[in-house]
Each structure stands twice: as C-alpha cells, then as structure tokens.
C-alpha cells in the first residue's frame, strides 16, 4: 500500500523542480517499494507544457517519477486534479515545485494525520529561501480583508485586522494549531477528503484553491492544522514571475470567485470595482513616474501589466 502520493506542476522551473525532487529522495522515506520503518511514496509530475527541458531532465534522471506531460499550459488547478485523479496514496500532498522537504517532514505529516482520524487538511511550517518564517497559516478572509489584502491599502491596514487573518495571535511557528486554512505551497489531505469533497475547483485557474478547499473540507465537518513540527523551504512565486500581468489577473479574479461563492455576488461585485480603480490609481503613478524618468524600464513593465489588468476588467473565473 502506498502510504503518501506526491503531486507537483510543474512549469519551466527544471533547476528548482530537480532540487525538490533530490529533497524528497534524501528523505527517510521509500520511492515505489516498501523499506522497513519508512512510508511508501510515489512522486508524481505533472508537466504544464515547459519548454525548458524540464521532461526531457525527468525522463533520463527521475525514472521513479510518474510523468503527466501536457502539451500546453492547462492551469495549475486542473493540473493538480490530473495527477490527484491518479493517485493511489492513503494520504495526498500537494507541493510546489519551488519547495525543498527539510529532515522527516513527510514522515512526520503522515503520522500526524494517521494519529488524527478528524483532520483533513495539514500544512507545514514553512520557511522563506533565507530561513525565516513564511505567514502560510490563516483564517478565512472577512470581505474587510479583501479590500486591504494584497492592494496598496495593506500598509495601512488595521494591524488586527490582518494580525488575525494570518494568525499571528502569540503560538510560535514550532506550535501545532487548529487554523481556517493553510497555504497550498505543500498541503497534505487524507484521501477521505477528496473522496467526499473532490478534488481543487478549476474555476481557479491559480491562486486561493487551496483556501477554497480548505473551506469545502470545513464545511464537511474536517479539521485543518498547522504542524509546526514539519518544515519545508518555499522559495516563492518562481512560475508566476514569467507572467506578471497574468499573474495579477489571475490572483483578483479568484479572490473575486471565492468571495463571489461564500459572500454574495454584491460583495463580489463591490470588491470588482474597488480592485479596478486601485490598480487605475496605480497606472496612474506608474505613468507620471515614467513621464519623470524614474526607473523607466520598472516603470513600463508595471504599465504595460496594470494596463492588461484593467482590460481585463477582472471578469471571468
């Protein structure tokens, strides 16, 4: 039986893929046969059309690895579904590929789910490149929280207010906490969690999947924790800086659909608007910052993906 499937999109990041990879192969654990006193894990790799060399790499170097190989870009939710469709494990962990498994953080996740039948969904204590703390544990956004999160109005934020969005209530990161949700750079479900509640909605293409299913799984009456005992490093965003305009849209499209679905289509809607004229009101000081010759290529790369933005009008998702 195998105890733990890994599923990881990939995206033209071979470098960091292959470093992911060698961290679970270092782990105490055991690629497609059982070794005594170590979990069975199978590792599989779904490719969203990289044009880097990344299948080539993993067909000479990783046979261990099962590949899925797109010929284009599906999306990384419906990426994620392809290889959770797979899957064959009593528990499922989707990670990033820009991560890197420190010491027995697998083993140390599977345990823990093994030791708790009423929890669902873990995350790991998770670590920046240069070690310290990333903010991964949360509690579902109020719509208040939507309209400073992630917009030139955070810094002004009411400290609570985003204090407690992201849990940083007092418990130190080695703690183990019940939270809302966890991030979805490395998310591990029991697989009685998919069975009821399916896999990632792909009305996200990327971004707040993982919140949303992290509420699906609540809702169904499971647990989410933070294990603070496991710990991975999360380098960050290394897909999603080959696309910065697309990426921006992206990011408010699916916090306008999860609020669309848990708060009414006139929160939604509300929040549609304020998000176009935030990033009208930021063209506008990327324009007058280029007019007066302030670091004009930043400036232009900004105009051009802000513009792209309003275009878009953020509908869809």
């Known amino acids: 039986m195998i105890d733990l499937s890994i599923i990881i999109v990939s ?8 470093e992911c990879l060698n961290s679970i192969l270092r782990s105490p654990v055991s690629v497609g046969e059982r070794v005594e006193g170590r979990p069975v894990v199978e590792i599989i790799v779904v490719d969203s059309g990289s044009t880097d060399g990344t299948v080539e790499r993993l067909k000479r170097d990783y046979p261990q690895v099962t590949l899925l190989a797109q010929a284009e870009n599906i999306g990384f939710t419906r990426a994620n579904n392809l290889g959770l469709k797979i899957a064959r494990g009593r528990h499922l962990l989707l990670l990033n590929p820009d ?5 027995d953080a697998l083993g140390t996740m599977i345990a823990y789910l093994d030791a708790n039948p009423d929890v669902g969904l873990i995350g790991p204590h998770t670590r920046n490149t240069d070690g310290s703390t990333q ?3 949360r509690r579902f956004p109020s719509l208040a929280v939507a309209f400073f999160e ?3 109005l955070q810094p002004y934020a009411p400290k609570h207010l985003l204090d407690s969005y992201y849990v940083v209530d007092g418990n130190g990161v080695r703690e183990t906490i019940d939270v809302d949700w966890v ?24 971004y707040s999947e993982e919140l949303d299913w992290c509420r699906r799984a609540k809702d169904a009456g499971w647990r989410v924790v933070y294990l603070g005992d496991a710990e991975i490093i999360h380098h960050g965003g290394k897909s999603t800086e080959q696309a910065a305009a697309r990426s921006h849209i992206l990011f408010q499209q699916s916090k306008l659909r999860y609020f669309r679905l848990y708060h009414g289509r006139l929160a939604a809607t509300v929040l549609r608007l304020f998000l176009l004229a935030n990033y009208a009101v930021q063209l506008g000081l990327e324009t007058l910052k280029w007019l007066l010759g302030h670091k004009r290529a930043l400036r232009s790369e900004r105009i051009r993906a802000y513009s792209q933005v309003l275009r878009s009008g953020l509908k869809g998702s």
């Open 99 to 103: 991560t890197v498994v420190l010491d």
């Open 150 to 152: 992630s917009t030139w």
């Open 11 to 18: 995206w033209n990041v071979e470098a960091l893929l292959v």
């Open 183 to 206: 991030q979805g750079s490395a998310i591990m479900a029991r697989r009685e969690v998919y069975e009821q509640i399916g896999g990632l909605d792909e009305g996200y293409i990327m």
């Open 135 to 137: 903010s991964t544990r």
